[in-house]
């Protein structure tokens, strides 16, 4: 039977996402993440592996849990957001607006951050955040085609594209609230966006 860690797993592993969140991969060293989490080298090396495996762990559980939450909040779970399908749709997209918008300082979502740090040099971050994508727009998708069944949505509407499209409008408002762009202007953007979506009853544009 195996020794018990004199740790929690759990608590390690959010401390070290916020530091390589708030850092970066090239930012934060071995050394960073020990004084982070109080453990020695060959505690983390142990439990986790080296400083990529880590920060593959922590990515890839933060984007299952982002993608989990869109799922849970957008497709009709006991704890979703009440309303149409489309009205779920609108408050999750001005919701997550909201958020980035009052964070102090700005640090955006994990999942954008890594993806402008690592997805271009190291394939396994970028098929992590490409399956969060697929997913993410997925489920904006699949909401979407609920709109349709609802009759709120027209059927001409092509629910993939529409859900890629979402998830390039809240991908741009996380990098605009950055710089500071006023959370006023954040939530109308998310509102336009699910306007764009075409309305059943609505004349086909020529």
């Given amino acids: 039977m195996g020794r018990k860690r004199g740790f929690d797993e759990t608590v390690v592993l959010d401390v070290v996402r916020d530091r390589f969140w708030s850092t970066g991969f090239a930012g934060t060293s071995t050394y960073d993440l020990m004084e982070a989490t109080g453990l020695g080298k060959g505690s983390i090396y142990k439990a986790f592996g080296?400083?990529?495996d880590l920060y593959l762990?922590?990515?890839?559980?933060?984007?299952?849990?982002?993608?989990?939450?869109?799922?849970?909040q957008l497709r009709g779970a006991p704890d979703a957001a009440p309303g149409s399908p489309l009205a779920r749709l609108e408050n999750y997209l001005v919701s997550i607006a909201d958020a980035f918008a009052a964070e102090s300082p700005h640090r955006g979502c994990f999942l954008t951050k890594a993806t402008a740090?690592?997805?271009?040099?190291d394939e396994k971050v970028a098929q992590?955040?490409?399956?969060?994508?697929?997913?993410l727009a997925g489920i904006f998708a699949a909401t979407i085609r609920d709109a349709q069944d609802a009759g709120e949505a027209a059927d001409r509407a092509d629910s993939s594209a529409l859900g890629y499209l979402l998830l390039s409008v809240i991908r741009g408002i996380d990098s605009i609230a950055k710089a500071g762009v006023d959370a006023a202007t954040l939530e109308r953007t998310a509102r336009s966006a699910v306007a764009v979506i075409p309305r059943a009853g609505s004349s086909a544009q020529n």
């Fill in 50 to 52: 080296n400083k990529r």
């Fill in 57 to 72: 762990r922590v990515f890839s559980d933060y984007c299952q849990a982002l993608v989990a939450q869109a799922r849970d």
């Fill in 117 to 121: 740090d690592l997805a271009g040099e």
């Fill in 128 to 135: 992590v955040a490409r399956r969060a994508f697929d997913d």
